[in-house]
């Protein structure tokens, strides 16, 4: 079997060198990309990701190729069939939940896309790993900025303020937040009756320019709050 890069045998040192540093660098583009981001997975996750499913690829084309007619009904793409269902384990841990919004979500995409990426380059098909390496990165930054413009859910907060109910009205704490002209989307109460401890979870609009301090220290003013935080 000849490579078409390299005009050498695919399962040479050359040809397996090759495949593992495409699929590699594609992993350090996305992964880079991420932590730029702050996300959980990021330049290292991506990297060995993207490396081990190439690895595999490499391994479940070398099998069938090298145990031809020792072993029955080999089959190069079943092993990687594996590496797709399981990856989806780990893109999982990357998805976090804040308040009313769940987070992560892309970095998980970009986890189980890059490891198909990983498998593209393993198989030595380069030009396709190239351009959806290419497509991905642009993906991820491009459509970032047209999102943050586009959807204004991303400047949802949920503010949580514990308080004593006996001395202290809901009325007063919201009185405060219209002033630092946040916009309140929801609200619900909860109160303890036994400890006469009140809750209120607030969904609101905050600019982010605005200092959250600033608002902490207005409600702190106020006397008998117990818990204040926002996410």
């Not at 990309?33 to 993207?50: D, F, I």
């Not at 993906?139 to 514990?162: G, M, S």
Request: proline share 2%.
């Amino acid at each position: 079997m000849i490579n078409f890069m390299n005009g050498c045998d695919v399962f040479s040192p050359l040809a397996v060198v090759l495949r593992l540093v495409f699929a590699v660098l594609a992993g350090f583009l996305i992964g880079l990309e991420r932590e730029m981001h702050n996300q959980p997975a990021g330049l290292r996750t991506h990297m060995v990701l993207s490396l081990g499913a190439a690895t595999v690829m490499i391994l479940s084309i070398y099998v069938p190729v090298e145990y031809m007619g020792k072993v029955a009904n080999a089959d190069p793409g079943r092993m990687a069939a594996q590496v797709i269902s399981g990856i989806g384990f780990l893109g999982a841990g990357a998805i976090m939940r804040f308040g009313f919004n769940v987070k992560g979500l892309t970095t998980a995409a970009s986890i189980w896309t890059v490891s198909g990426i990983g498998l593209v380059f393993g198989a030595g098909f380069y030009f396709l790993g190239a351009v959806s390496t290419a497509v991905l990165f642009v993906i991820l930054n491009l459509f970032d900025k047209i999102e943050d413009k586009l959807v204004a859910q991303r400047n949802i907060r949920f503010l949580k303020i514990a308080y004593e109910s006996k001395h202290l009205s809901s009325s007063k704490i919201t009185e405060i937040i219209h002033n630092f002209d946040i916009e309140i989307k929801h609200s619900s109460y909860i109160e303890n009756i036994e400890s006469g401890i009140s809750e209120m979870e607030i969904s609101c609009k905050i600019g982010e320019k605005m200092d959250i301090n600033d608002l902490f220290e207005s409600l702190k003013l106020l006397g008998y709050i117990k818990i204040l935080r926002i996410d």
